[in-house]
């Protein structure tokens, strides 16, 4: 079964550096999502994109946050200045269908020193 | 605002026992209803959903999940659990229009001791 894949599985990043997380949705999904998870708290929508463009953004992301689609495959999350509070899993979904489930991968664990 | 409140953090059984995990949500229009699971070290799986229909659906691995409309409920059941089931269960809503997006419950612990 297609899975939607995310690297790196986990990142180690300095307060104040620029992060990107990599997201590859599956091949036919037109849809993509990303959703933050703190430990310990709710899994948390931060943005859906469609036809090259965000589509919705929720209040968490902010400036500092940016999404792409670079080429015909990769899905990307920047954060430009990352904050201590910006430790998270991050996961990435993709759906092809706006009102189908939304496929899910493995996520990044996010950690900010 | 919309909102899915997931009624117990942390559920232990022991195996062979039955579960049901609650879930109830707010918004007033149309939704899809989900389950995930997450078991430990793993992706969001998709267990169950209702789109319409049949108010009793069922998923994989022996879970349904009942939508009550009146009550605004979506809980997920299993007559008998194994250690296997082990996992986080999340409850997610999916308005139909406005805003696609997931919004999700807190989250269960499942332990199940053999």
């Known amino acids: 079964e297609p899975e939607v894949t995310q690297t790196p599985s986990h990142q180690v990043t300095q307060m104040g550096q620029e992060v990107i997380l990599r997201c590859v949705p599956i091949?036919?999904?037109?849809?993509f999502y990303w959703y933050r998870q703190i430990l310990g708290q709710k899994v948390e929508f931060l943005v859906s994109?469609?036809?090259?463009?965000?589509?919705?953004k929720s209040e968490i992301f902010d400036d500092q946050f940016s999404v792409e689609r670079p080429d015909g495959s990769n899905f990307t999350l920047k954060i430009r200045s990352t904050k201590l509070e910006d430790s998270a899993m991050y996961f990435c979904?993709?759906?092809?269908?706006?009102?189908?489930?939304?496929?899910f991968g493995d996520g990044t664990r996010l950690s900010i020193l | 605002a919309q909102s899915v409140s997931q009624h117990n953090h942390h559920v232990i059984l022991s195996e062979a026992a039955s579960l049901e995990l609650g879930c109830n949500y707010s918004?007033?229009?149309?939704?899809?209803l989900f389950w995930y699971v997450q078991y430990p070290g793993q992706h969001l799986q998709l267990l169950l959903k209702?789109?319409?229909?049949?108010?009793l659906v069922k998923g994989i691995k022996g879970f349904e999940a009942e939508f009550i409309k009146s009550k605004f409920s979506f809980n997920l059941r299993k007559p008998s659990v194994q250690w296997s089931d082990t996992a986080e269960y999340f409850c997610?809503?999916?308005?139909?229009?406005?805003?696609?997006?997931?919004?999700f419950g807190q989250g269960t612990r499942l332990t199940i001791n053999p």
């Open positions: 979904a993709s759906t092809d269908n706006s009102n189908q489930p939304q496929h």
């Open positions: 091949s036919n999904h037109l849809y």
């Open positions: 994109f469609y036809n090259n463009e965000i589509s919705e």
């Open positions: 918004y007033g229009g149309t939704v899809n």
């Open positions: 209702y789109f319409s229909g049949d108010p």
């Open positions: 997610a809503v999916l308005p139909i229009q406005g805003a696609q997006k997931l919004v």
